[in-house]
Every structure is written in C-alpha cells, then in structure tokens.
C-alpha cells in the first residue's frame, strides 16, 4: 500500500498538518523538528501526490537547477544532492547547463522556461560581480557558488577562503615549504579561484612562507587536462616543489597522472591535496586528501531555502556559508 502522509507523521512524532507544512516549504518550523519529518518521509519512501498540490496551489512541483558543467564531477554530485533534497519535499528537479557562458546565464534567468519552475537555483560562472540587478527577478531564486555576493537574493556558498587555507597549512603541517597551487586566474576579482588563492596566500603568511610566483599553476576552466598541464609546465620549470594545493579535484587528479608518470613519488617527494572531495578522490592513486566543502549541506540549505521563498516567505536576502573539513588521505600522508 502507498505511504500515507499519516504514515509519515507517526514515524515521525508530529501531527499530519506539520508534515504537510514541511512538504509545502512553509517557514516557522523548527529545524529539529523539519529534519525528523524529512528523515520519515526518506526512511518510508514517502510520495507527494504532485498532481493533486499543484491543482491547489497554482504552482508546477518543479524548480531549475543552472550549473555551469555537469561533466566536472563537482557539479555532477551537487546535482544529484539537489534532486534527492528537492524529492524529500515532492519537488521535481530541470537541469540546465550553461556552459559557464554568460549570454546563456542570462538566458536561463529570462527563458520562459521559467514558467515551468516554481523557483530557480542558478551558480553562475561567467556573470560579473557588479551584475546584481540581473539577480533581481520576479520568481523565487537562490544563487549558489562565488561569482556574486551581495545580490537581491538568498545565497549558499561554500567557504573558499577558509577551505584554501586550511589545506594548504595541511601541506605545511606536513613538512611542505615549497607549496605550489593550481587553477589561478590572473586577473580575476571574485570567483573560487581568486577566493582560493586568497586562503593558499593566507596559510603560507601564518607559517611565515613566502609567496613565490612560481608557484602558481595558471588553469582555464577546472579540468583533469588542465590540472595536468599546469602540474607539467611547473616540472618543467625547475622550481622546487614539495606539495600541491589544486584548487579542485580535478586538477589534482591531473597532477598526479603527471606525477606518476614522472616518476615523482606521492606523498613521498611531492604531497598533493584538492578541493571538493568528489568521490572520485577516494579511488585515486594514491587516494586524494581534499577539502569537504559541505556539498550536502549547501543541497538541503539552497533547496529548503527556495521552498520557504515558494511558499511566500519576504524575509530579507540570506547569505549561508557552508561547514568544510579537510578529509585526509594518503596522498599527504607523510
């Protein structure tokens, strides 16, 4: 037999009307108590009948996801965290991918595709800082990632500086003093790589290190290939290198394919920690430290955050700033 909203209640000490004011988004629960709900209606398989709330509430069940790249794993993982978070609350999830090209940002914010979503979570790449107004829109939003701060809009994001530096003084606490860092972007003003590059400068300047240019890989967009050729042309330099910061995980997968084909030992001669703590970096060889950026904390935050906007809440903007960890494994296991 089907779960029953009555089901979910018993299970999970609360009344039917609370269950439902968690499945509709409605704000003003405790969290305590929204999390028991939520963990109910996850242990029975619980189903919102979409058809039926959409008829009374004028609203599709649906809200957009637009991420830059769904084939870096990252976002690929962050997506799949956003539909599981959006099918706790009966929400179905439309993927859009933009390439992390700015007329198509812009583009998803003014498709009428929007008439199939209740609401939008939308991680610009290309957007540039200063262009808040086109944040300013007449449907519930929520802004992930770090290329704007300060818009009309609910934001999630992750802690880019505070994550860099802690993984690089990981480096340093074990014995690195020639730390290199991939995937700089000269020039840029706000952003990860300019964020991360902040806490790396920060975590060398607290162990008294000093900032060398040669350290820094410059990489375009953040990919095995490029992690590779960043990793390549700074053995090929001559600088002295004893650890390595990629600034995600996909670059220092690609570091490592040039370490081991170099015959470089890892942890051994040169230590190596990313960024993302994607699931792939438990496979690698040898299996990748990186930092934990509270991937599903950001899903469950962004997605409650849009239901309670869904459901009509005024509240002013919200800025969340994710827990990290540093998670590590033996690639820095000296």
Known sequence: MAVTMRDVADRAGVSVKTVSNVVNGYPHIRPETRGRVEDAITALGYQVNLSARSLRQGRTGMIGLALPELSLPYFAELADSVMRAAEQRGLVVLIEQTGAVRERELEVLRSERRRLTDGLLFSPLALEPEETAALDV?????????????????????????????????????GCRRVAVLGAHPGERMGSAALRLEGYRAALADAGLPFDPALVGEAGLWHRSTGAEAMGRLLDSGVEVDGVFAMNDALALGALHVLHARRVAVPGQVAVVGFDDVDDARYAEPPLSSVSPGREQIAQTAVGMLVERIAGSAAPPRRVVADFAVVARESTAR
């Open 138 to 174: 007449d449907y519930p939003m929520v802004l992930l990632g770090e290329r704007i701060f300060g818009g009309p809009v609910d934001h999630v994001t992750m802690a880019n500086v505070d994550g860099a530096r802690a993984a690089t003084a990981h480096l340093v606490a074990r």
